[in-house]
């Protein structure tokens, strides 16, 4: 089976990065091991800054929102009362429609 040369290069240079010998074999563990345990490290705060973000945000959202849900909890023991006082004269109920004139209405013709 034929293998092209040219296909082990990274920009026209040879990948040679196997150590050489006990001592670069050890060193290159040693570098990994300090790579890995720093990447753990950063990965561990960037989570706890993220949780600790994440709880003002609710703390924050939770103070914010204290007098709505407030007033949703009135109105949960106090269905018939409206928002901005008691039930109107009508009884409570609520009568929609439209409205639609023309040009002409305005106008008076």
Not at 7 to 26: A, E, M, N, T, Y
Not at 54 to 60: C, I
Not at 73 to 90: L, Y
Request: proline fraction near 5%.
């Amino acid at each position: 089976m034929y293998t092209d040369p040219s296909s082990r290069r990274l920009h026209g240079r040879h990948l040679h990065i196997q150590p050489k010998g006990f001592f670069g074999k050890l060193f290159a563990v040693i570098a990994a091991g300090g790579l890995l345990v720093l990447g753990l490290m950063f990965s561990v705060v960037i989570v706890a800054v993220a949780v600790v973000g994440g709880l003002l945000f609710w703390g924050w959202m939770w103070w914010k929102t204290r007098e709505l849900r407030r007033r949703m909890r009135e109105q949960m023991d106090n269905p018939m009362q409206t928002p901005f006082g008691d039930v109107p004269a009508s009884g409570g109920r609520v009568i929609e429609g439209e409205v639609i004139r023309s040009e002409q209405d305005s106008t008076g013709r």
